[in-house]
């Protein structure tokens, strides 16, 4: 039997299945869903990768799956703490393979916004800002971020500011996975549930949707290690269509 | 990264030091980042921080003895740079320990205490953050302070740790 893909699984899955093997792949701040997608590839994917995370942990056995993708929580059972300034430098020096960075906005190009909504003086939101995306972004050899909203505002033809450009190649919402191809974003999956119609009405950029599949299903062992990371559906039910 | 790079100049004693990336970003631009070509002739183009200096670092330490040497356990997320660019190093620390026991495991000293100007001992003192490994993040005080309405921060620091131990 098939399951159909919720916000939130569909977004955690699919950022899982960015993960190759043998990758040096990371997770920072603000990023509950990469952090899950990390843990869920350790459980439901037989091939190695190491996974770092900004609260220093090195192939970390958390206890507890934390609400915050900083916590400490997150280097329990790390044979070593690896902490800021040695994940930053790692990468500038062309060491990450996958990094996942968060935005506000991302344009059609794979560049985001993590600074701010309007201008920079008169801003409407003042946003956390890139917490190094700048230096990260351009450096990782993959970057990938994503959205729990699929808007025009949020997937936008001009961005408000450009933190962050470079190396970025995917893009997941909770209804399509969108990969650089010739230095444009373009469709390569979507949610099986949502028409192509759909995820062009809203997505604010232009996008070449040819070759695009449909997702393939959650597998078993995705689902079980889903369920074992979020047994009591707190971190779906953050997640709103 | 480049708050980072800012620092470590400070610490290294030079004017400004190179980092990776900032390439395409806006951020170079609204703070004047500057970009040089590789003096050594690898063609590449690195954009230079100017160096920061805070007037003075607080750190939270698990232990410090009565010279101000300070040690932390678990990641130690910025502090060092932080306390090499600093003019000052002001200490806060969950308990007072003999000075026997940090020459123990010297290693794991983050700052020495010739470079600290003052300690205190504040147990729980990171609250409502965590302090590995004696406690974790306080969640439910720091969702209680998100909230946008009179009375909030009041609320917020009669639950300090420090105040149940007057």
């Known amino acids: 039997m098939q399951i159909d893909w919720t916000p939130f699984s569909y977004t955690v899955v699919n950022l899982a299945r960015q993960i190759r093997p043998n990758e040096l792949a990371f997770s920072g701040v603000n990023s509950t869903l990469p952090m899950l997608a990390c843990l869920l590839a350790k459980r439901a994917y037989d091939f190695h990768f190491t996974y770092l995370n900004v609260a220093g942990g090195v192939e970390p056995v958390p206890t507890t799956i934390p609400h915050s993708s900083s916590d400490p929580a997150l280097v329990a059972g790390s044979p070593a703490i690896f902490a800021n300034e040695d994940f930053y430098d790692l990468c500038a020096r062309g060491g990450l393979d ?17 600074s701010v909504i ?68 373009a469709l390569e999956s979507r949610n099986p549930q949502v028409a192509l119609d759909e995820v062009i009405r809203r997505t604010g950029f232009k996008f070449d949707a040819s070759g695009a ?28 269509a | ?81 932080l306390t090499r660019a600093a003019k000052r190093v002001l200490v806060t620390a969950e308990r007072l320990v003999p000075s026997e026991s940090l020459a123990a495991q010297p290693e794991l000293t983050l700052v020495p205490g010739f470079m600290v100007e003052a300690a205190a001992v504040v147990p729980r003192g990171a609250w409502p953050g965590s302090m590995h490994p004696l406690y974790e993040v306080d969640y439910d005080a720091v969702e209680a302070y998100l909230k946008d309405e009179p009375g909030v921060l009041e609320a917020h620091l009669a639950a300090a740790p420090e105040q149940s131990e007057k």
């Open chain 1, 118 to 185: 309007g201008e920079w003086k008169n801003p409407r939101v003042r946003l956390p800002g890139g917490g190094g995306a700048a230096v990260m972004m351009p450096t990782a050899k993959r970057v990938v971020t994503w959205r729990t909203e699929h808007s025009v505002r949020t997937l936008v033809e001009k961005l408000d500011f450009v933190t962050a450009a470079g190396n970025l190649q995917t893009v997941v919402t909770p209804i399509a996975v969108f990969r650089k191809r010739d230095g444009r974003l």
């Open chain 2, 1 to 81: 990264m480049t708050l980072v790079a800012g620092l470590r100049a400070a610490a290294y004693g030079v004017p400004f030091q190179p980092v990776g990336g900032v390439h395409g970003s806006d951020l170079a631009a609204l703070n004047g980042w500057r970009k040089i070509a590789d003096p050594y002739g690898s063609g590449q183009e690195v954009y230079v921080i100017p160096a920061i200096s805070p007037d003075i670092a607080v750190i939270h330490a698990n232990e410090v003895d009565e010279h101000g040497n300070a040690r932390v356990l678990g990641s130690p997320f910025w502090d060092h740079p």
């Open chain 1, 98 to 114: 996958l990094v996942f960075l968060g935005c506000a906005q991302v344009d059609g190009e794979g560049r985001t916004n993590v």
């Open chain 1, 213 to 240: 599949t449909l997702t393939a299903p959650m597998t078993a062992r995705e689902q079980a290690a889903l369920e074992g990371l979020d047994p009591r559906g707190e971190f779906a039910a953050a997640v709103r």
